[in-house]
Every structure is written in C-alpha cells, then in structure tokens.
Nanobody, 126 residues
Framework: QVQLVEPGGGLVQAGDSLRLSCKFS??????MGWFRQAPGKEREIVAA????????YYSDSLKDRVTISRDNAQNTVYLQINSLKPEDTAVYYC?????????????????????WGQGTQVTVSS
C-alpha cells in the first residue's frame, strides 16, 4: 500500500503562486499525476510526470501556468501553480501508478492511476 500525503493547499489570492507537494511512502518511484476537481465538475488532469524526471505532461488549459517536478530522493512530487485564478479553486489530488513499466512514460488518464492521496483544498479569492 502506497500512501500519498498532500500538504500545501489553503486560501490564496488571485495572482498568487502556490506549490503543492505530495510525499509518497515507497522505496520505488512511480509515474505520478496531479488532478483537480472543482465543485460540480469531473476530476481532471493537471499535470503528470514519468518515473524518471525525463518526461512531463500538462493539460492544455494549464500548461502556461503550472510546473510538475519530482525529487525521488525525497519521495516527493511538486506542483507549482502560478498566476492563480478563482477558477483554479478545487480539491487537488496527487496520484501514483503502482506497477512495473518504462521509466520514461507519462500517464494522463484517471484510470491509469491506482493510488490516490486524500486531496488538498485550494481556494482562490478574487
């Protein structure tokens, strides 16, 4: 069982930047993703990163404002969001794809991931 813990959310002002972190409890690294779910909407991909730090994936609507990175020595994945907007208000989840697969592949579908954090609320006020 891999546990994912996501501190770092909270209430921020529009225009601010925020860095979310996700620490996973495993000796191996996995392909990771950040998703978000706004009230009344479906969960959507924000960004993803391969097991190595080689490859990343970004949602078209967010790619100019977000950066995903990882520190495998610290078992931590980060999501930097810049120029926050009220429409970024959502619960942000990190997810891991537990398994054996190539280290350079990114995954972006909800069903690709089989381990999820509890989520962290990000609220952006105007």
């Amino acid at each position: 069982q891999v546990q994912l813990v996501e501190p770092g959310g909270g209430l921020v002002q529009a225009g601010d930047s925020l860095r979310l972190s996700c620490k996973f409890s495993a000796r191996l690294s996995f392909a990771m993703g950040w998703f978000r779910q706004a009230p009344g909407k479906e969960r959507e991909i924000v960004a993803a990163i391969s097991r190595s730090t080689t490859n990343t994936y970004y949602s078209d609507s967010l790619k100019d404002r977000v950066t995903i990175s990882r520190d495998n020595a610290q078992n931590t994945v980060y999501l930097q969001i810049n120029s926050l907007k009220p429409e970024d208000t959502a619960v942000y989840y990190c997810a891991a794809k537990i398994g054996i697969y190539r280290t350079d592949v990114t995954y972006s579908q909800l069903t690709d991931f089989n381990s999820w954090g509890q989520g962290t609320q990000v609220t952006v006020s105007s």
